[in-house]
């Protein structure tokens, strides 16, 4: 049974790219989520998405944007980045229609913003 | 809104000795609390949860006590090992469908030594 995975491993950007970033739950798993965790913090909730919808956003500009597709796996994308857009990006699954849930972490994504 | 507070890290300790990592927590209603543990170039692993008061969730020798009254989640070991070395995350996440977003601590590295 695989669970969450996440591509690329790491990831170098100049300022002012663009970049996607891609997750697939965990099978039997229907929700993605995805944080950001700068170097040396707790990861920061971007956003929630279920049924190919965003649910929830944290606290993050409209430069952050994702998608989901019919087969639950997810892509996150960051515009114009900056270089404080440096950090590990996590994508979490779990099942939505739950009421205790639990989160399952890929690997993460190291991106690196020069 | 939530938050997450863990004491201030890094603790350092020789191997077999007891371990305390404190953890509070500022919620409305009764979140899910739970202990992530990240290795060096890993994703977050969950160690153990607690879903309501006195709950006490327990993993590999590690253990947890949702306190309620102290708005508490201090995680305890009573002999570490070098292998226990990783950085410990606090976080909360309020349960029922639709929960969405977890929040976390800014993380406690623990460095075990032989």
């Known amino acids: 049974d695989a669970g969450v995975t996440q591509s690329p491993t790491h990831l170098i950007k100049t300022r002012g790219q663009q970049v996607t970033l891609r997750c697939s739950p965990k099978s039997g798993h229907d929700t993605v989520s995805w944080y950001q965790q700068a170097l040396g913090q707790g990861p920061q909730f971007i956003f929630q998405y279920y049924e190919e919808e965003e649910r929830q956003r944290g606290n993050f500009p409209d430069r952050f944007s994702g998608h989901q597709f019919p087969n639950y796996s997810s892509e996150l994308n960051v515009n114009a980045l900056l270089l404080g857009d440096s950090a590990l990006y996590l994508c979490?699954?779990?099942?939505?229609?739950?009421?205790?849930?639990?989160?399952?972490f890929g690997p993460g994504t190291r991106l690196t913003v020069t | 809104g939530d938050s997450v507070t863990q004491m201030e890290g890094p603790v350092t300790l020789s191997e077999e000795a007891f371990l305390t990592i404190n953890c509070t927590y500022t919620a409305t209603g009764y979140p899910s609390l739970f202990w992530y543990v990240q290795y060096p170039g890993e994703g977050l692993q969950l160690l153990l949860k607690a879903t309501k008061a006195d709950d006490k969730g327990s993993n590999k020798g590690f253990e947890a006590t949702y306190r309620k009254e102290t708005t508490s989640f201090h995680l305890e070991k009573g002999s570490v090992q070098v292998s226990d070395s990783a950085v410990y995350f606090c976080?909360?996440?309020?349960?029922?469908?639709?929960?969405?977003?977890?929040?976390f601590g800014d993380g406690t590295t623990l460095t075990v030594k032989p």
């Open positions: 979490a699954s779990s099942l939505f229609a739950t009421v205790d849930y639990e989160q399952y």
């Open positions: 976080a909360l996440r309020r349960v029922g469908t639709n929960a969405g977003k977890s929040t």
